[in-house]
């Protein structure tokens, strides 16, 4: 694989949120919003561009977006599910660009470290599906090849791209990663305040 490969980041952050009952997206975390620390480790990552899919209150969460180098889509079908947004995400994808990682805009504690170990091991492998594990079990970020775009724009259901997995069997490449973050999103009240924990818990390591 051509070791400068085109990876584009599409962060899909859509959705209601419905278990937690407020818009995560907006949330504090560590000085800004969930969603923005989420696209400055995008960002800051080795990724070619960074697209953010918002639907749900998008009047509110494009402004907070304004003065980063990213491509914002407003999904306006986002209550038809992730399939939308995905869709959405992948009708920005010029041509010349070599696959796709799809960033969850609820996980903000995803590394530029661990984006960039995704993207180093699909450069050097060339598979179709790269996805991070910790401790033998699957989490996001996931990468998709140029050779799933296709697929990728025909999805018709509310289960995100995982279809693909059940279609390319042998085919997945699996990249252990000392990160647990990958595993962790915020849905409730609950993994928020495990989130603020966190911040606290790094904040007094810092102050050491």
């Known amino acids: 694989m051509n070791g400068h490969s085109n990876i584009v980041g599409i962060i899909l952050a859509a ?19 969930i969603l ?58 010029p041509e010349g660009v070599d696959a796709v990682l799809f960033i969850l805009g609820d996980q903000p504690l995803v590394t530029p470290d661990t984006i960039n170990l995704l993207l180093n091991a699909y450069r050097t492998s060339g598979a179709p599906i790269v996805l991070p594990t910790f401790n ?32 390319y069997p042998g085919r997945i490449l699996q990249v252990p990663v000392d990160d647990c973050s990958i595993q962790f999103d915020i849905d409730t009240e609950e993994d928020y305040r495990r989130l603020c924990e966190f911040e606290l818990e790094q904040d007094s390591k810092i102050r050491m």
Not at 18 to 28: D, E, N, T, V, W
Not at 50 to 71: M, S
Not at 143 to 164: I, K, N, V
Request: charged share 20%.
């Open 15 to 33: 959705g209601e949120g419905s278990r937690m009952g407020a818009i995560k997206q907006m949330l504090p975390f560590n000085g800004k919003t």
């Open 136 to 167: 033998g079990i699957r989490g996001n970020p996931v990468l998709f090849s140029r050779e799933t775009f296709r697929r990728l724009e025909l999805l018709d259901c509310d289960s995100g791209a995982r279809p693909l997995f059940d279609e």
């Open 36 to 93: 923005q620390r989420v696209v400055d480790n995008a960002i800051t990552s080795s990724l070619q561009s960074v697209v953010v899919v918002v639907g749900h209150c998008a009047d509110l969460i494009v402004p907070t977006l304004n003065g980063n180098t990213v491509t914002v889509v407003i999904n306006g079908a986002y209550k038809s599910g992730q399939c939308s947004s995905i869709k959405a995400g992948m009708g920005t994808v």
